[in-house]
């Protein structure tokens, strides 16, 4: 698999726990379970976004979806700045998840985790500004 699937796969994984979390969050134990998945999460793409930084002299991984408007598409790229951004984000989320002690899930803390999924989905994003423009 490239590394730009993985990261897609992993941010999958991000929309996916919420649902997890909103099925089990009357149990009382729940949060460790959850919070342990979203760090593990974090850490297969920080390591992904490290792998990539480290091999910055090859070329980028690249993957084009149909999704979005029909003649633009959705274009995901992990390139060297890319790879930083998402080292970044993904080790203050590692660290946060980590550290964060919370005896049961709060609204803060999925609204925290979501603007996480979507800083990573915008870093992947390749042409964003040409959507933007288009879409404008």
């Known amino acids: 698999m ?6 897609l796969c992993s941010v999958s994984a991000f ?7 909103a099925a089990v969050m009357r149990w009382s134990a729940a949060t460790r379970p959850i919070y342990g998945a979203c760090f593990v999460v974090c850490l297969v793409i920080l390591v ?14 690249a993957l084009s979806l149909p999704l979005g408007l029909p003649w633009v598409g959705a274009h995901f790229q992990i390139d060297a ?5 998402l080292a970044v984000v993904n080790l203050g989320g590692a660290i946060w998840f ?6 049961h899930l709060q609204f803060l803390t999925i609204r925290k985790y979501l603007s996480l999924v979507f800083a990573l989905l915008v870093i992947l994003l390749f042409f964003l500004m040409l959507v933007m423009l288009v879409w404008s």
């Open 48 to 61: 992904v976004a490290l792998t990539q930084l480290m091999s910055a002299g090859s070329t980028a991984s």
């Open 15 to 21: 929309l996916g726990l919420p649902l997890l979390a």
């Open 81 to 85: 700045l890319a790879a930083f951004f």
């Open 98 to 103: 980590a550290a964060d002690r919370l005896s």
């Open 2 to 7: 490239t590394p730009v699937v993985v990261a």
